[in-house]
């Protein structure tokens, strides 16, 4: 059983930054995916940034430029920073953990939300105008 915890949450006026943490226990896999997502009052969860065993990260058109998510190994940590955020940014955002199996490609949609094993409990993202 993985044990996600997000921190780092709060609230930013619009042009400010963020950094976003998600610290996991209990892994017995080595090759994994993390992901970011992040769902806004009365709206579906969406994708924001993923990041594989291998690196390559991913991320949804509406925060590439803006957002980077990186990982350090040694606190098995993965990071969302968050540059110049703006209001629409404002949501719950949750950080999700799977086994990764594939090499190159991910064989999976990493965008889906079901595709991910496990989820923290979020931290809240308020951007003011």
């Known amino acids: 059983q993985v044990q996600l915890v997000e921190s780092g949450g709060g609230l930013v006026q619009a042009g400010g930054s963020l950094r976003l943490s998600c610290a996991a226990s209990?892994?017995?896999?080595?090759?994994?995916?993390m992901a970011w997502f992040r769902q806004a009052p009365g709206k579906e969860r969406e994708f924001v940034a993923a990041i594989r065993w291998n690196s390559n990260t991913y991320y949804a058109d509406s925060v590439k430029g803006r957002f980077t998510v990186s990982r350090d190994n040694a606190k098995n940590t993965v990071y969302l920073q968050m540059n110049s955020l703006k209001p629409e940014d404002t949501a719950v955002y949750y950080c999700a953990d799977r086994q990764d199996v594939s090499y190159y490609s991910p064989s999976y949609d990493y965008t889906d939300k079901n595709e991910y094993t496990y989820w923290g409990q979020g931290t809240q993202v308020t951007v003011s105008s």
């Open positions: 209990g892994r017995t896999y080595s090759r994994y995916a």
